[in-house]
T-cell receptor, first 111, second 114 residues
Framework: RKEVEQDPGPFNVPEGATVAFNCTYS??????FFWYRQDCRKEPKLLMS???SGNEDGRFTAQLNRASQYISLLIRDSKLSDSATYLC????????????FGDGTTLTVKP | DADVTQTPRNRITKTGKRIMLECSQT?????MYWYRQDPGLGLRLIYY???????NKGEISDGYSVSRQAQAKFSLSLESAIPNQTALYFC?????????????FGEGSRLTVL
C-alpha cells in the first residue's frame, strides 16, 4: 500500500461546479499536510496547507480527519484556470523534512 | 529570475553516459532536495540535504549520487545513465523553521536516456 493515495481521476467538471478530492495516508504519525497544484509539465506550487481545524482560502477549503487518516480539498465555483493536477503531500513527525507526495488527481474544468 | 534554478532544462543522452544536473537557489534555505517524476505519478525523493555537511538518501537513491557544494548549490549525478532514468527531475528547497513543509521547486530538468 502506498503511503499517500489519491484518486487519480480525471475529474471532468463544468465551470461553476463544486468538486472535492480526498487523499488518504497510512502513517498515523504524520505531522503536516499540504495541497500542491501542478500544471502540465511545470513545477508543483503550494496551494494551501491543511490545518487540524480546517482552513479556507477563497474558493478552496481544506480539511483534515486524523481519525480516518485523510485530507480533502474542496473547490467551489470551478474556473477553467483550476484545471491542473492536485498533489497531496504528507510529512511524518519522525522526519520533518521528508515530504511524501501522492500521485495526484487531475482536474479538467470545461466551459 | 527564478529563486531555484536548474540546469540543464532538457537533456538527451545515451545509456552509460555520466550526467550531472545542477541546482542553485537564492532563497537562503538550508534544505535542498532532488525529486523524480514519471508520467502520471507523483514525485519521489531521490536525495535530500539539510545543510552543507548533511546528505541523506531518499526512497529511490540507487543509481544516483549528490553533492552539496555550498548552501546554495546541490547537484545530482547519474554515474552511468540507463533508459529507466528517463524522467522529469525537480530540485526543491525549504527552510528549517516553522514552514518546513513548504517546498519551492525549480522548473525541472527533463532527461531522456536513449
Amino acid at each position: 500500500r502506498k503511503e499517500v493515495e489519491q484518486d487519480p481521476g480525471p475529474f471532468n467538471v463544468p465551470e461553476g461546479a463544486t468538486v472535492a478530492f480526498n487523499c488518504t495516508y497510512s502513517n498515523s504519525a504524520s505531522q503536516s499536510f499540504f495541497w500542491y497544484r501542478q500544471d502540465c509539465r511545470k513545477e508543483p506550487k503550494l496551494l494551501m496547507s491543511v490545518y487540524s481545524s480546517g482552513n479556507e482560502d477563497g474558493r478552496f477549503t481544506a480539511q483534515l480527519n486524523r481519525a480516518s487518516q485523510y485530507i480533502s480539498l474542496l473547490i467551489r465555483d470551478s474556473k477553467l484556470s483550476d484545471s491542473a493536477t492536485y498533489l497531496c503531500v504528507v510529512i511524518p513527525y519522525t522526519n520533518a523534512g521528508k515530504s511524501t507526495f501522492g500521485d495526484g488527481t487531475t482536474l479538467t474544468v470545461k466551459p | 529570475d527564478a529563486d531555484v534554478t536548474q540546469t540543464p532544462r532538457n537533456r538527451i543522452t545515451k545509456t552509460g553516459k555520466r550526467i550531472m544536473l545542477e541546482c542553485s537557489q537564492t532563497k537562503g534555505h538550508d534544505r535542498m532536495y532532488w525529486y523524480r517524476q514519471d508520467p502520471g505519478l507523483g514525485l519521489r525523493l531521490i536525495y535530500y540535504s539539510f545543510d552543507v555537511k548533511d546528505i541523506n538518501k531518499g526512497e529511490i537513491s540507487d543509481g544516483y549520487s549528490v553533492s552539496r557544494q555550498a548552501q546554495a548549490k546541490f547537484s545530482l549525478s547519474l554515474e552511468s545513465a540507463i533508459p529507466n532514468q528517463t524522467a522529469l527531475y525537480f530540485c526543491a528547497t525549504s527552510d528549517g523553521g516553522r514552514r518546513t513543509g513548504e517546498l519551492f521547486f525549480g522548473e525541472g530538468s527533463r532527461l531522456t536516456v536513449l
